[in-house]
């Protein structure tokens, strides 16, 4: 599936970049395709607009925030860097320096502004009209656990190949052999897997490595201990998992406190059709004297960049449409990824669309020729 010829996909909401990236004036960012420019409006509200001045296409990106009178600040409206063409968070143009404080600006000169709104420390954007909301994240405002932004960063991969591999257990014995997964148990668990209309929930339990590096982030001293993994798909390029660890015991067995809470947010955002932004954030319910932030981020970039090493091998437009035969073969196992292919084929069929792959676009090429 190419991700960019879907239409569908413009009216979600995605996250985009940290707030804290918008600190330092407007920052460029390439969605579905798509250059837009992000910058902090006078309210202090993230604001996305297309990255070309309508003057002479300049990237707004390459100018600034300013205020009111036209000087410099951190946030405000966004002036081209090429003729100072200023910009408010509607795309409209507000002031032009060449221009008489007097004369008025016509209201054609714009450019595109795309939904755009503060959520969970990101900005989020939505090419069209959103058809869905964020994802809720109920740990954020919870004082019972703490928040770790994690991960934000670039991969030669889609978020389809990321999605399944997020709810695949069959690859930790294999991909994840050097942290976690158990060599001598390559058969998965079972996932009891409920579907809804957004997605669908996926709960199993695995075996995992517990060696003493990893003592404080598990939680307990079990060279192998269980991961009780509840797994949840949201349309149409964002996860959940939240990991529980078994409770400590005392010397009766009876549990102590209870088990540490490791619970992670993806969103794999469509940069293009080769690429995606890993977006993560971590909860955790104990304290920073428990576990160092450091380490919790340190252990899980470990499996990260065994994931990411994997998924940049394959091909990024992956088969969605299972009608398409002899193009990717499946497995048991397999069942989370082909949930996730009959949501997204659905939500397709639902707006009209059909999946848009290479091989479609190759034909039509050589029929126009």
């Known amino acids: ?63 600034w925030c300013v205020d009111a009178e036209g000087k410099a600040c951190g946030q405000g409206a966004i002036q081209c860097g090429y003729h100072g063409w200023t910009y408010d968070r509607s795309g409209q143009v507000v002031r032009i320096p060449q221009y008489e404080a007097d004369r008025a600006i016509s209201p054609d000169y714009k450019t595109p502004a795309y939904h755009c709104t503060a959520r969970y420390g990101f900005a989020w954007v939505a090419l069209e009209d959103p058809i869905a909301d964020i994802p809720a994240i109920p740990e954020f405002d919870d004082p019972g656990y703490r928040t770790i932004f994690q991960f934000y960063e670039t991969w030669n991969t889609s978020p389809m190949r990321a999605l399944e591999n997020s709810f695949d257990n069959s690859h930790f014995s294999f991909v994840h052999r050097g942290t976690f997964g158990v060599a001598a148990s390559p058969k998965p668990s079972k996932y009891n897997l409920v579907e809804n209309d957004n997605g669908f929930y996926a709960e199993t339990v695995i075996e995992a490595v517990n060696p003493e590096k990893f003592h404080a982030i598990s939680g307990v001293t079990e060279p192998i201990t269980t991961r009780h993994m509840r797994n949840a798909y949201f349309l149409p390029f964002s996860r959940r998992l939240d990991i529980e660890y078994p409770a400590p015991t005392d010397g009766d067995g009876q549990p102590v406190k209870p088990g540490k809470r490791h619970i ?27 576990c160092a932030a450091q380490m919790l981020t340190a252990f899980d970039e470990e499996i990260t960049r065994e994931d990411k090493d994997i998924l940049e091998s394959t091909d990024p437009d992956a088969l969605v449409d299972t009608r398409r035969r002899g193009v990717e073969y499946s497995m048991d196992s397999d069942r989370p990824g082909m949930l996730i292919r009959k949501h997204l084929m659905q939500l397709l069929s639902k707006h009209g669309e059909a999946e848009v792959h290479r091989a479609m676009k190759v034909v039509t090429l050589r029929q126009a020729a």
């Open 1 to 63: 599936m190419l991700v960019t010829q879907q239409p569908v996909f413009r009216k979600f909401w995605h996250a985009v970049m940290p707030l804290t990236e918008l600190a330092n004036g407007p920052r460029p960012f390439k969605l579905l395709g798509e250059d837009i420019v992000l910058f902090m409006d006078a309210d202090g509200e993230p604001a996305a607009l297309r990255d070309r001045c309508c003057h002479r296409t300049a990237k707004l990106s390459k100018g």
């Open 264 to 290: 992670i947010i993806n969103c794999f955002t469509p940069i293009d059709d080769g690429h995606m932004q890993l977006c993560q954030w971590l909860f955790r319910n104990d304290t920073e004297a428990d």
